[in-house]
């Protein structure tokens, strides 16, 4: 698993790609999510999300969508170039499957079974 770093690294560039293409390369608020996204210092950062959250809420909703889909698309290319790896063998989930055998045998003059013994007595 990646570290909580290096997430956070490829998801500020995301959100930069997705900043500059929808305000412009010129724009203080993609230059600040780039600058953080450069830099990786705190303070950056910081004025980053203070850039980011100055912005109307419409506009903040459009840029997270189009990250979140760009996000997706990124992982969907990098699911393709290389096949899906676990350490279950998965082999086995193409064999035959086993039989259950009931509980309790049916009755022999009918398709039902008896209910419990506890479900037959009496109440007191």
């Given at each position: 698993?990646?570290?909580?770093?290096?997430?956070?690294?490829?998801a500020l560039g995301?959100?930069?790609d997705t900043v500059a293409e929808k305000l412009g390369p010129s724009d203080k608020v993609t230059r600040e999510i780039r600058r953080a996204y450069t830099?990786?210092?705190?303070?950056?950062?910081f004025m980053a999300r203070a850039a980011f959250d100055a912005l109307p809420g419409w506009q903040r909703g459009d840029i997270g969508?189009?990250?979140e889909h760009l996000a997706?698309?990124?992982i969907r290319?990098?699911?393709?170039?290389?096949p899906f790896e676990t350490e279950r063998d998965?082999?086995?989930?193409d064999a035959p499957r086993r039989q259950v055998r009931p509980a309790r045998k049916p009755d022999v003059g009918s398709d039902?079974?008896?209910?419990?013994?506890?479900?037959t007595r009496a109440p007191r």
């Amino acid at each position: 698993m990646a570290s909580f770093e290096t997430t956070d690294r490829r998801a500020l560039g995301i959100l930069s790609d997705t900043v500059a293409e929808k305000l412009g390369p010129s724009d203080k608020v993609t230059r600040e999510i780039r600058r953080a996204y450069t830099s990786g210092k705190q303070i950056d950062r910081f004025m980053a999300r203070a850039a980011f959250d100055a912005l109307p809420g419409w506009q903040r909703g459009d840029i997270g969508m189009a990250a979140e889909h760009l996000a997706h698309a990124i992982i969907r290319e990098a699911l393709q170039g290389q096949p899906f790896e676990t350490e279950r063998d998965w082999r086995d989930m193409d064999a035959p499957r086993r039989q259950v055998r009931p509980a309790r045998k049916p009755d022999v003059g009918s398709d039902m079974q008896a209910p419990p013994r506890f479900l037959t007595r009496a109440p007191r």
